[in-house]
Nanobody, 121 residues
Framework: QVQLVESGGGVVQPGGSLRLSCAAPGTMFSIRPMGWYRQHPGKQYELVAGISASGLTNYPVNMRGRFTISRDNTKETVYLQMNSLKPEDTAVYYC???????????????WGQGTQVTVSS
């Protein structure tokens, strides 16, 4: 049973930083594009950052500058460094391992269980 395990969420004051981690063993991690999403209460999932298997990153325009995604294939882990946090960044953050084709077979995507980030004074 594949399981993505997220950690690093918590409560931080405005202007503070957090680093989220997502371990993704058993997912053929090195060939998977990975992403971080967030969900505000009652809202849809919102892409925060993505990273390709080769390490190319992409950010929605409104996420650029404060968030940095990275990956360590040796640890099968993706990270999200969040700086200058604002109250509106309060949300549940999820990591996702994108579906991939390998050897002619499709391997489905996986989601983590989510980690709460609260930005409050």
């Amino acid at each position: 049973q594949v399981q993505l395990v997220e950690s690093g969420g918590g409560v931080v004051q405005p202007g503070g930083s957090l680093r989220l981690s997502c371990a993704a063993p058993g997912t053929m991690f090195s060939i998977r594009p990975m992403g971080w999403y967030r969900q505000h209460p009652g809202k849809q999932y919102e892409l925060v950052a993505g990273i390709s298997a080769s390490g190319l990153t992409n950010y929605p325009v409104n996420m650029r500058g404060r968030f940095t995604i990275s990956r360590d294939n040796t640890k099968e882990t993706v990270y999200l460094q969040m700086n200058s946090l604002k109250p509106e960044d309060t949300a549940v953050y999820y990591c996702k391992a994108d579906g991939v084709y390998s050897g002619g077979q499709y391997y489905t995507d996986y989601w983590g269980q989510g980690t709460q980030v609260t930005v409050s004074s």
